[in-house]
């Protein structure tokens, strides 16, 4: 594998976004959680089966090439992230299930990562495609990446939780400068040293079905939610942390274990306006409550 300095650049950010989370995670939170479950298996359901299929669906009949279209599968493959968290915290949301949905994600991905990749290479490029995903690989690359750097996090915080509260906000801001630069950098690059080589004809035969997966993680989440009575304000949080994808993640898989720039660009896409699709959707849930935006859900 022909690695380059930009594959290294977006583990070392992954990383640092792990290591950041496992600074968020509180015992007591997770304790809550695991005492009513409900909303926790509705998110996680929401989060592993529903979105893939809603990628499936949406990309299947379509005339994307078929390494764009495994990139979607890709990128819905790879739950929560920093992102789903801030705008959790933002609006006054679950945080608790929003942290605890991200936790145990950080450990299944380790196994639903290749199974969803793996079927979609088969399914969209054919079993004698060039394209594979390494499992042994993927697997170490996953845990030391995302799994390793969240749980020293978390012990950092149990032990030590002074230090952890004085850390957290620098690298939290480390985070958005790294996260920003990895991306312009893919975005910019020449294909021969990692970039991506995106164009703006990629740009806009993308968009139409990002947005089409990001407000169904939306609508799927809530829904989800509402139908199982966990409440407004858990229900809108299912659906940002199904809505909300990890790319980084998403663009350790497609760029760096699969080698592929095409499959890089829904990932580099979504990145563009989830976020900002994730604040609107706030808005408009909050505005139909009656609640004030950045106060606590009338439930």
Not at 84 to 91: A, D, E, P, W, Y
Request: hydrophobic residues 55%; charged residues 10%; contains cysteine.
């Amino acid at each position: 594998m022909n690695l380059t300095y930009i594959d290294f650049l977006v583990s070392a950010v992954l990383a640092t976004i792990m290591f950041g989370v496992g600074l968020s995670i509180n015992f007591e939170d997770l304790r809550q959680i695991w005492r009513s479950p409900r909303a926790f298996v509705l998110g996680l359901v929401s989060q592993m089966i529903i979105l893939p299929l809603i990628a499936f669906l949406v990309v299947g009949f379509t005339d994307l090439p078929p390494a764009v279209k495994v990139g979607f599968i890709i990128l819905a493959a790879c739950p929560g992230g920093t992102t789903s968290g801030f705008v959790t915290v933002l609006f006054r949301g679950n945080v608790a299930l929003s942290v605890s949905l991200v936790a145990v994600n950080s450990l299944l991905t380790l196994a639903t990562i290749p199974l969803l990749v793996n079927l979609a290479l088969t399914v969209f490029t054919g079993r004698h495609s060039a394209y594979e995903l390494p499992l042994t690989e993927t697997f170490l690359q996953i845990f030391f990446v995302t799994l390793l750097p969240a749980i020293t996090g978390v012990l950092l915080r149990y032990f030590r939780a002074s230090m952890a509260e004085k850390i957290q906000k620098p690298v939290r801001n480390v985070m958005i400068i790294l996260f920003a630069g990895v991306y312009a950098i893919i975005a910019f690059a020449d294909e021969s040293k990692g970039g991506s080589g995106i164009t703006v004809a990629d740009l806009w035969s993308i968009i139409p079905y990002a947005v089409i997966i990001n407000l169904g993680g939306f609508i799927a989440g809530m829904a989800m939610g509402l139908s199982g009575r966990a409440g407004l304000r858990t229900s809108w949080t299912i659906g940002v942390e199904v809505a909300l994808q990890n790319t980084t993640l998403a663009l350790l898989v497609a760029g760096t274990l699969i080698q592929s720039n095409e499959m890089v660009k829904p990932a580099l896409v979504y990145a563009l306006f989830s976020f900002w699709t994730a604040l609107l959707y706030g808005v408009v849930v909050k505005r139909h409550n009656g609640s004030k935006l950045f106060g606590e859900f009338r439930e």
